[in-house]
Nanobody
Framework: QAQLVESGGGLVQAGGSLRLSCAAS????????MGWFRQAPGKERELVAAISWSGGRTTYADSVKGRFTISRDNAKNTVLFLQMNSLNPEDTAVYFC?????????????????WGQGTQVTVSS
């Protein structure tokens, strides 16, 4: 059974950094685009960043451009990363790793077929 497991969340002060990781098991996602989404309390789940199967194409939400970097390693089991710098309290949310059956990054959650359980990121002011 395919599974995505996130790690790396936590509590950080404003201006700090965190690096999220997502490990795949049960199958490989090396041919699938993947993405990071987040959901804050009372808000809809939104795309943070997505990356194509090869890593050659990425897309970011305007709110994180220049601060966050998505990357992936297809060498073994597919691993997805999100480097988050210059964090601010508005970045506080549960962050989810997801994979789509499309090869290119997709913006809407509806296109993603596999989801992790999420990891909490809290940024204090």
């Amino acid at each position: 059974q395919a599974q995505l497991v996130e790690s790396g969340g936590g509590l950080v002060q404003a201006g700090g950094s965190l690096r999220l990781s997502c490990a795949a098991s049960g199958r490989t996602f090396s041919s699938n685009a993947m993405g990071w989404f987040r959901q804050a309390p009372g808000k809809e789940r939104e795309l943070v960043a997505a990356i194509s199967w090869s890593g050659g194409r990425t897309t970011y939400a305007d709110s994180v451009k220049g601060r966050f970097t998505i990357s992936r390693d297809n060498a073994k089991n597919t691993v997805l990363f999100l480097q988050m710098n210059s964090l601010n309290p508005e970045d506080t949310a549960v962050y989810f790793c997801a994979a789509t059956n499309h090869a290119q990054p997709m913006g809407a959650p509806v296109y993603y077929d596999y989801w992790g359980q999420g990891t909490q990121v809290t940024v204090s002011s």
